[in-house]
């Protein structure tokens, strides 16, 4: 830096002149202009999209995952059922033990001889109609069937239930024999075996074979 100092006179007047040297140059900083990309034109995108295409069809196809087989439950196992030990029950101090029951419907052996006859012409009336005091050949009532199958062995019964009863022999419970007749208050039939009888039952029923329905046992031959 140089300072230069001129003195002028002008008359009384002095005059300083201080002449200074030109300021240096200063360093100016600007901020960088920040670099925006600008979007490629249309024809580049289009060429560059075109490309990407052709590159990810050129790739090898990938193979599939083989699928793996679902897992098994596991089997439940069912508990065990356990059954519970029966006991026999004593019989308390002073009782019996209860008697067994006597079958009165006996199964019997198959007919035969003169009973085989009177089933015989017996069950050949079923389906005829019952009409009170008949006794055949084309309708019965009760004492009317039981005294039309007799005769045919030749014994001879008369046509009325309670009188019927009052001539055969009783049969004890669970002896019963095919060809016995069974008498009830007001009815008879003749029993067939194994819990049934034949008989005349009634105007709507006719000439039926049906289970047996109690009644006392009589036998005639």
Not at 162 to 178: D, K, S, T
Not at 208 to 218: E, S
């Amino acid at each position: 830096m140089y300072t230069m100092l001129a003195r002028l006179c002008a008359g009384a007047v002095a005059v300083s002149i201080v002449i200074l040297p030109a300021p240096a140059a200063v360093a100016t900083h600007e901020p960088a202009t920040p670099t925006v990309s600008l979007p490629a034109p249309p024809d580049q995108q289009r060429v560059a999209a075109e490309r990407a295409t052709r590159a990810f069809n050129r790739r090898p196809p990938s193979k599939p995952q083989a699928l793996q087989p679902a897992a098994r439950p596991p089997a439940v196992q069912k508990p065990a059922v356990v059954k519970p030990a029966t006991r026999t029950p004593k019989n308390p101090r002073g009782s019996r033990p209860p008697k067994p029951r006597t079958n009165i419907l006996a199964v019997a052996a198959p007919a035969s001889g003169q009973a085989a006859v009177v089933l015989q012409y017996a069950l050949a009336q079923v389906g005829k109609p019952y009409v009170w005091a008949a006794a055949g050949p084309r309708a019965f009532d009760c004492s009317g069937l039981v005294m039309a199958s007799y005769a045919r062995v030749g014994i001879g019964l008369p046509h009325q239930s309670e009188q019927i009863a009052a001539r055969g022999h009783r049969v004890p419970n669970g002896q019963w024999r095919p060809g016995d007749i069974i008498h009830t208050p007001g009815h008879v039939a003749i029993y067939l075996g194994n819990g049934r009888v034949v008989e005349a039952a009634n105007p709507s029923a006719g000439v039926r074979t049906a289970p047996v329905r109690g009644g006392v046992a009589y036998r005639f031959l």
